[in-house]
């Protein structure tokens, strides 16, 4: 059972290059999110997706794009990198078994922009 | 406006020691609070949780605490294993918010043998 599978899990990118990170779950759950992770501080959500066809921002959105065309594929997108986007992204997803219900992550993508 | 905070960025432990890890937040309307572990390259598990309605929860080794009128939950860990050494991250969930979660900043336990 792979549950959240994250690709890739490292990149190195110019300024100003795109990328899309991926993000691929089993486990048919309806909600899906991004988050970055800082060195020191927690994660901040980015974009989430309460289904296939919809999703809308977190905290901090700026500079991503997502789509969620079926239920188990939530990539996100960076069209122009800046270094403010070096981070750790995570991929989470969520059953709707009510509030309390753990989310369940992917093993990260550590993204370096240079 | 960090409405989750964990002022420790770090705790040293001895093992079969009790660790104690503590979380502060400002918004009272959360419902639901959440510790997940992270391991280095790993991305965050779930470890325990309680309701806003609740003052304890207990799981095993795990108990989490809730002072809803301080606003500040801990994380009793009993006793430490060297396994448990990782960071220790506090998370806060309001209803109807679509699992929306806001994050402590994490403290990273050592447990030492």
């Known amino acids: 059972n792979a549950g959240v599978t994250q690709t890739p899990k490292f990149r190195i990118l110019k300024i100003g290059q795109s990328m899309t990170l991926q993000c691929t779950q089993d486990?048919?759950?309806?909600?899906m999110y991004w988050y970055r992770q800082d060195p020191g501080m927690g994660l901040k959500l980015i974009y989430y997706s309460v289904g296939a066809g919809i999703t809308d921002k977190g905290e901090v959105p700026n500079g991503y794009n997502v789509s969620r065309s079926t239920t188990e594929d939530f990539p996100l997108r960076l069209e122009l990198a800046a270094p403010s986007q070096t981070s750790v992204y995570f991929c989470a997803t969520y059953s709707t078994g009510g509030v309390g219900q753990p989310q369940h992550f992917g093993d990260g993508t550590r993204l370096s922009i240079l | 406006d960090q409405q989750v905070k964990q002022n420790s960025p770090s705790l040293s432990v001895q093992e079969g020691r009790i660790s104690i890890l503590n979380c502060d937040y400002t918004n009272s309307m959360f419902d639901y609070f959440l510790w997940y572990k992270k391991y280095p390259a790993e991305g965050p598990t779930f470890l325990i949780s309680?309701?806003?309605?609740?003052d304890k929860n207990e799981d095993g080794r795990f108990t989490v605490f809730l002072n809803k009128s301080a606003k500040h939950l801990s994380l009793h860990i009993v006793p430490s294993q060297p396994g448990d050494s990782a960071v220790y991250f506090c998370?806060?969930?309001?209803?109807?918010?679509?699992?929306?979660?806001?994050f402590g900043q994490g403290t990273e336990l050592s447990v030492k043998p």
């Open positions: 998370a806060a969930e309001k209803y109807n918010q679509g699992g929306k979660l806001i």
């Open positions: 309680i309701s806003s309605i609740k």
């Open positions: 486990m048919n759950h309806n909600y």
